[in-house]
């Protein structure tokens, strides 16, 4: 997918190296996100994108090398200030509340944000209404709006999870292995839902994900971690056509 034009930059990772116990998780990783732009971080199992997506968001101090977020520096800020900055993160287990229904998880989002969360309960049926059920529509949960979120499947569950991030309104969303775990139809739905969603709202996406058929059909960019290192970023006709990807993680074949 070329993308000739330029955008701005979103976020920008320099030289960011973690290190536990003497094993080096991600070492001295650099990569910029372009606003109202989808990329994507790829690599093995244990290539380290979870620890770079836990330094990003706050959740790690990195050893060396910063974050910053539309021009500010927040390496080291706590997740919680971070989110309060327009960053959103979904993890790979899924982070929602499993005894409420699917209105409920998403309104008390909405109230939380909303600096409401000390009297959350008292006034719920009436805060944020329109804006929860506005949420429900466009991620298609209406018909389950009033389902215990808990008993309904991966997928759904994940969607509701989609809906509990996106109700901080935040500008960009990191999303770790949004597929993982969900049947071949449930991920192309969810991606068809995510693409959807990013484009209507302009918001930035950075993902990862093992589904390469899902990096290849929605990413404009693609950086390659590989034992802590990235080894490539480029547009996905050029990561693809990497020899060095091909050989350490494509296996050779073009997908």
């Known amino acids: 997918m070329s993308d000739p034009q330029k955008h701005e930059t979103m976020l920008e990772v320099t030289n960011l190296k973690k290190s536990f116990s003497g094993f080096v998780a991600t070492n001295d990783v650099s990569f910029t996100v372009e606003k109202d732009r989808t ?23 990195p050893d060396h090398g910063k974050v910053v977020l539309e021009g500010r520096d927040i390496t080291g800020i706590a ?35 909303g600096g409401r969360g000390l009297d959350m309960w008292g006034v719920a049926n009436r805060q944020f209404r329109d804006k929860t059920e506005s949420m429900i529509e466009q991620l298609a949960l209406r018909d389950v709006a009033r389902t215990i979120a808990g008993e309904m499947s991966h997928g759904a569950q994940k969607q509701v999870e989609l809906g509990i991030a996106l109700a901080g309104e935040p500008r960009i969303l990191l999303l770790d292995e949004p597929t993982a ?66 050989r350490v993680y494509l296996g050779g074949d073009k997908h």
């Open 39 to 61: 990329t994507a971080v790829i690599g093995p199992n244990g290539a380290g994108k979870s620890t770079l997506f836990n330094l990003i968001t706050g959740h790690l101090l």
């Open 79 to 113: 997740p919680h200030k971070i989110c309060g900055m327009g960053m959103a993160r979904s993890f790979q287990r899924t982070n929602i509340f499993p005894k409420l229904t699917v209105y409920d998880n998403i309104q008390a989002a909405f109230i939380a944000h």
């Open 181 to 246: 775990g969900m049947s071949a139809q449930e991920t192309h739905e969810s991606i068809a839902l995510l693409d959807r969603i990013a484009k209507a709202r302009g918001l930035t996406l950075l993902f990862t994900e093992h589904d390469m058929e899902v990096v290849f059909s929605i990413s404009h960019k693609i950086a390659v971690l590989h034992q802590g290192r990235i080894i490539a970023t480029g547009t996905p006709d050029e990561v693809r056509n990497n020899e060095e990807v091909r």
